[in-house]
């Protein structure tokens, strides 16, 4: 199995700018999560989906922030607007199932910086 | 509200010995628990997991006990070895939803 891919691994833009993030999951995994990372602390979950439903939303994911996986495939999570509170690691996950015994397998994430 | 806590942000062990990280949580509701490796610059590894029905679970070096009277577990590590070296994440999941909930890590670092 190839693992989870997300790209860019870095970006840093100016704070009003919008930015897209990207992820690959495992083949046939068909669940897929995004959490953000701040420093000292754990991930944090923002949404996952099933094939290509949206199934949850964290409080933490605002209106400036969308997230979508068209054909169940890859995914892409997208911030308008950034903010300097934007800055963190955003993390993509995907699992084959619900179950424990499905664990998720993380990407190496995307690290956002806003000026 | 903080429903995994990691009470120990850091860990020193050496090599050879055992490591024992803790865990402890207050949602009665949670099923499943993981323990994750994270090195820098990397995404989070699954080491290994355990159902809310069991109290142990064991693969290879790694054993995690639950204690759900307490709310707690624990994740030991025997022997353990440099390259354990890494910060390491409980998490759980309520079994309705899909999201995992972390703890804020603990920085194990084995010295040779």
């Known amino acids: 199995d190839t693992g989870v891919s997300q790209n860019p691994r870095h970006k840093i833009t100016k704070r009003g700018q919008n930015v897209t993030f990207r992820c690959d999951p495992i083949?046939?995994?068909?669940?897929l999560y995004w959490y953000r990372q701040t420093l000292g602390q754990g991930p944090e979950f923002l949404t996952y989906f099933q094939n290509e439903a949206q199934l949850e939303k964290s409080r933490l994911l605002s209106d400036r922030f969308s997230a979508e996986r068209p054909k169940g495939s890859f995914s892409t999570l997208e911030i308008q607007r950034t903010e300097q509170g934007d800055s963190a690691m955003y993390l993509c996950a995907s699992s084959k199932g619900q179950g424990g015994s499905w664990p998720q397998h993380f990407g190496d994430g995307t690290r956002l910086s806003i000026l | 509200d903080q429903q995994v806590k990691q009470n120990s942000p850091s860990l020193s062990v050496q090599e050879g010995r055992i490591s024992i990280l803790n865990c402890d949580y207050t949602?009665?509701?949670?099923?499943?628990f993981l323990w994750y490796k994270k090195y820098p610059a990397e995404g989070p590894t699954f080491l290994i997991s355990?159902?809310?029905?069991?109290d142990k679970n064991e693969d290879g070096r790694f054993t995690v006990f639950l204690n759900k009277s307490a709310k707690h577990l624990s994740l030991h590590i025997v022997p353990s070895q440099p390259g354990d070296s890494a910060v390491y994440f409980c998490a759980a999941r309520v079994g309705s939803q899909g999201n995992l909930i972390f703890g804020k890590g603990t920085k194990l670092s084995v010295k040779p």
């Open positions: 355990i159902s809310s029905i069991k």
């Open positions: 083949s046939e995994h068909n669940r």
């Open positions: 949602n009665s509701m949670f099923d499943y």
